[in-house]
């Protein structure tokens, strides 16, 4: 069990690009969560996979994000025509989703500079 | 809705001294409760966790009980070291075991 892994780590990019980061979730967990975290607040979440199906979205994921988990694996999120207020830590978690084993383990992050 | 809410502010305190760091929340049913903690330069890891009413959550010396009566999750440790300076989240889950909703977290700091 080698954990979830996050490329890049960091990401610097000028306003207006797209760009993409990869999540690879713990192998056998079903469940894989994207989160975005800012400078001295907590996690926030934006979406969620069960298996290769998107469950749920936040408000906070407008039309530039979309994310995607083709075969139940690993996850990718794009971000398009990227502004400022984008730059933050994206973080990926993953879980089993079993009662009394639903907890998240999360990857190191990518942290987005957006300038 | 559903929320969490966790106390204010920084912690500052000395080696040895004991910590308390309270967070309630909101939820419908009964969820599993968490601590993350954060260290410096570090990636979120799951500290400690709770499952059902009365279940008491433990790891490195931390300590936290689900109190259904009180919908509260509150982490202590009975004596800190230097080492244990981090941030703490408190994340119950929201709509059931979905998405987790973090507190804004508190910056611990102990002093030798």
């Known amino acids: 069990d080698t954990g979830v892994s996050q490329d890049p780590r960091h990401k610097i990019t000028k306003r207006g690009q797209n760009v993409t980061f990869r999540c690879d979730p713990i192998?056998?967990?079903?469940?894989l969560y994207w989160y975005r975290q800012t400078l001295g607040q907590g996690p926030e979440f934006l979406t969620y996979?069960?298996?290769?199906?998107?469950?749920?979205k936040s408000r906070l994921l407008s039309d530039r994000f979309s994310a995607e988990r083709p075969k139940g694996s690993f996850s990718t999120l794009e971000i398009q025509r990227t502004e400022q207020g984008d730059s933050a830590m994206y973080l990926c978690?993953?879980?089993?989703?079993?009662?009394?084993?639903?907890?998240?383990?999360f990857g190191p992050g990518t942290r987005l500079t957006v300038t | 809705g559903d929320s969490v809410t966790q106390m204010e502010g920084p912690v500052t305190l000395s080696e040895e001294a004991f910590l308390t760091i309270n967070c309630t929340y909101t939820?419908?049913?009964?969820?599993?409760l968490f601590w993350y903690v954060q260290y410096p330069g570090e990636g979120l890891q799951l500290l400690l966790k709770?499952?059902?009413?009365?279940d008491k959550g433990s790891n490195k010396g931390f300590e936290a009980t689900y109190r259904k009566e009180t919908t509260s999750f509150h982490l202590e440790k009975g004596s800190v070291q230097v080492s244990d300076s981090a941030v703490y989240f408190c994340?119950?889950?929201?709509?059931?075991?979905?998405?987790?909703?973090f507190g804004k977290g508190n910056q611990v700091v102990v002093i030798p």
């Open positions: 978690a993953s879980s089993l989703g079993v009662q009394g084993r639903d907890e998240q383990y």
């Open positions: 994340a119950p889950p929201l709509y059931g075991n979905n998405r987790l909703a």
């Open positions: 709770a499952t059902k009413a009365d």
């Open positions: 192998s056998e967990h079903n469940r």
């Open positions: 939820a419908t049913g009964y969820p599993s």
């Open positions: 996979f069960q298996n290769e199906a998107q469950l749920e």
